[in-house]
């Protein structure tokens, strides 16, 4: 077990919705990664958060966006999803943002879109 | 191409064999990660790695900057190490963008 808690584990929802998954990262860390593993492209990263604010994004649709709160949980939201957008989303924490430190994976969320 | 490489893709191996991953990058890294990945999709970091060598139990990862590669060995493999490696590189050129192999799948029969 990392300490990486994603809710809800399995989310199957359809074309055009719009849902959010939730990350609690390890408690002391204060950076959240995001990433989607879908068959075709493989692990791709999506946005970064340290301590609230935005670091790093990486290969993020203008349909999906992020943040982290307060208590340094951190909520992706994808909208007016399609087919493509089914895979496997991925939450990590590391110790604080620099590029040194080791990331902690949660379960990830298996996202299906019908 | 990719700006990661990883060889090779499938291995099946013999429980107690020597194993070797290898990963190649095409960018300027500021630092390289070996994850491994479970069939039921949990991801574990293994190693990071800026320079050198680094042994965990039966794992060793070893990088040459130079050459722009890194391998993965694992000693005295046991079927619990099925399992997918994935390499992924930090590229030093966009700072925090992490970039994916596509993975190893490695299945160690008893």
């Known amino acids: 077990d990392s300490g990486v808690t994603q809710t809800p584990k399995h989310l199957i929802t359809a074309t055009g919705q719009r849902v959010t998954l939730r990350c609690s990262p390890r408690?002391?860390?204060?950076?959240v990664y995001w990433y989607q593993q879908s068959l075709d492209q493989g692990l791709q990263f999506l946005i970064q958060y340290y301590n609230g604010e935005e670091r790093a994004k990486g290969n993020i649709l203008e349909r999906f966006s992020a943040q982290q709160f307060p208590d340094l949980h951190s909520e992706l939201n994808l909208s007016s999803l399609e087919l493509g957008d089914s895979a496997l989303y991925f939450c990590a924490s590391s110790v604080d943002g620099t590029l040194y430190n080791e990331q902690f994976f949660g379960p990830g969320t298996r996202l299906t879109v019908l | 191409k990719n700006e990661v490489e990883q060889s090779p893709q499938n291995l099946t191996a013999q429980e107690g064999e020597f194993i070797t991953i290898n990963c190649s990058y095409s960018v300027g890294i500021s630092a390289l990660h070996w994850l491994q990945q479970h069939p039921g999709g949990g991801i574990v970091s293994l190693f990071m790695l800026s320079s050198g060598k680094k042994k965990h139990g039966r794992l060793i990862a070893t990088i040459n900057i130079q050459e722009k590669h890194s391998s993965l060995h694992i000693t005295a493999s046991h079927p619990r190490d099925s399992a997918v490696y994935i390499c992924a590189v930090w590229d030093r050129g966009s700072n925090y963008k992490l970039t994916f192999g596509k993975g190893t799948l490695l299945t160690v029969n008893p």
């Open positions: 408690s002391g860390d204060l950076s």
